[in-house]
């Protein structure tokens, strides 16, 4: 079975552009989360979906936001980038039952200039 | 809300040896799950071990065993036999009941382990 795919791998803009970034689940799972990690604030949860319904909000700013789609691949999308938002960004899927474990892609590195 | 601490920022062993990391959390929940997550330099998080917080048995995974105490609100990890592929930031992480089959997933800063040759 195919594990948890993010694209782009790596990605570089600059501040005031907006970014959108792809999930694609470990098949049959029907939720993704999304995760921000920086070496300051460590891994800080930013959404979770399940079949195409947000269930969980982390404490981001609205310019974070996201969707999934009807074959639960999920984008996440962040405008008006600041510097700050230098990060990876991981996604991880889970069938969505009750205490299922996250299972984690490679992460996206997008990188603010 | 709940924490999670991981008090070691940073431990090395020597190859072969066993290493016990260190976690604790605090919650008033009685209904939930822990993990730890490995982190090596490719940066992929890969779960390493689960516990459900209703099992008194200690979950074990090969090389890879916990001490779950659950009055104590500590879930440590320990390591046996340490290979150098063991080299990895390690997450210990608490999910949280929300309601149905809905949980939150939080994570701990991390242990940066290093395993010497």
């Known amino acids: 079975k195919a594990g948890v795919t993010q694209t782009p791998r790596y990605l570089i803009k600059t501040r005031g552009q907006q970014v959108t970034l792809s999930c694609s689940p470990i098949s049959g799972h029907r939720s993704v989360s999304w995760y921000q990690q920086t070496p300051g604030q460590g891994l800080q949860f930013l959404f979770e979906?399940?079949?195409?319904?947000?269930?969980n909000k982390g404490n981001f700013p609205g310019r974070f936001s996201g969707r999934q789609f009807s074959n639960s691949r999920s984008e996440m999308n962040v405008s008006t980038l600041e510097l700050g938002d230098s990060a990876l960004y991981l996604c991880?899927?889970?069938?969505?039952?009750?205490?299922?474990?996250?299972?984690f892609g490679p992460g996206t590195r997008l990188t603010v200039l | 809300a709940q924490t999670v601490t991981q008090s070691q920022p940073e431990m090395s062993v020597q190859e072969a040896e066993t290493v016990t990391l260190s976690c604790t959390y605090d919650?008033?929940?009685?209904?939930?799950?822990l993990f730890w997550y490995k982190q090596p330099p490719s940066r992929q998080m890969i779960l390493v071990i689960r516990q459900e917080a209703y099992k008194q048995q200690n979950a074990t995974e090969n090389r890879f065993s916990v001490n779950f105490q659950k009055a104590a609100k500590s879930f440590s990890l320990k390591i046996s036999d340490s290979q150098l592929g063991d080299t990895a930031m390690y997450f210990c992480a608490f999910m949280k009941p929300l309601g149905g089959s809905n949980y939150k997933l939080t994570f701990g800063k991390g242990t940066l382990l290093t395993v010497n040759p």
């Open positions: 979906y399940f079949s195409e319904t947000q269930r």
């Open positions: 991880a899927s889970s069938r969505g039952t009750a205490g299922d474990s996250r299972f």
């Open positions: 919650t008033s929940e009685n209904n939930y799950y």
